[in-house]
């Protein structure tokens, strides 16, 4: 069996935000306010990682929504906003997430998820999108209060999987998250869904590809 154990991001990288298109254009009259909400509450969670002042990715959900309602001229009610909250948990897979995962999982690795979500959030999100028995762990950042890419995260994944962190290959279609992993000393590979690019200021990862299933082909090849 293979040693190293696969550890993939969820929101984007397996889960596709598209879910969101529909609440989104009911409260804000488009979709575009969507990838503006999505940016904000990245932004608040670095923020909150850097200043060390903890608060729950849902927290910061539902302040990014404000804020991002601020701009529009909005402000929304309470049923607005657990409308599109509460859809973060119905989120469809990927095309590719699946066939990634039955890929790994027939090669004989490890398999586990490393959200920034609260730890009800994602068991949610990977038992509604069907996706839940492929791993043995969901892990949290909440665990450690602090949010990728800081390297407490990492750390702790490999603490519950109980190996090295050199032993941990995180999967994600964020750089800042691959980056994050390989500084705190995992291996990364990163999804350049639709093209997208990699920081070129930052270390490369080994395994760089286009898709979940091109991903899983090639981890297979140099880890397998």
């Known amino acids: 069996m293979p040693q190293r154990v696969i550890v993939f991001d969820v929101n984007e990288t397996l889960l596709d935000l598209g879910g969101l298109d529909q609440p989104f254009q009911e409260v804000f009259g488009d979709t575009q306010a969507k990838s503006q909400w999505f940016a904000q509450l990245l932004n608040l969670a670095l923020t909150v990682t850097i200043v060390e ?9 539902r302040t990014a929504l404000e804020l991002v309602a601020a ?48 730890p009800v959030v ?67 590979a990163f999804v350049a869904r639709g093209g997208i690019a990699f920081n070129a200021l930052a270390p490369q990862p080994d395994v760089f590809e286009t898709t979940l299933e091109a991903i899983a082909e090639t981890i297979v090849r140099v880890d397998g």
């Open 53 to 61: 002042d903890y608060r729950d990715f849902s927290a910061l959900g």
């Open 71 to 118: 701009r529009h001229g909005l402000r929304l009610a309470e049923g607005q906003i657990k409308r599109i909250l509460e859809q973060m948990q119905h989120l469809s897979p990927h095309a590719d997430a699946r066939p990634s995962l039955e890929r790994l999982q027939a090669a004989g690795f490890r398999l586990a998820a490393l959200t920034n979500s609260i």
């Open 122 to 188: 994602a068991q949610a999100q990977l038992h509604n999108a069907g996706l839940a028995p492929f791993f043995e762990a969901i892990l949290s950042v909440d665990e450690t209060r602090r949010f990728k890419p800081a390297p407490e995260p990492y750390r702790m994944a490999a603490q519950r999987l109980q190996v090295n962190t050199s032993d941990l290959r995180m999967v994600a279609v964020h750089d800042w998250d691959v980056i994050g992993a390989m500084a705190a000393g995992c291996q990364g």
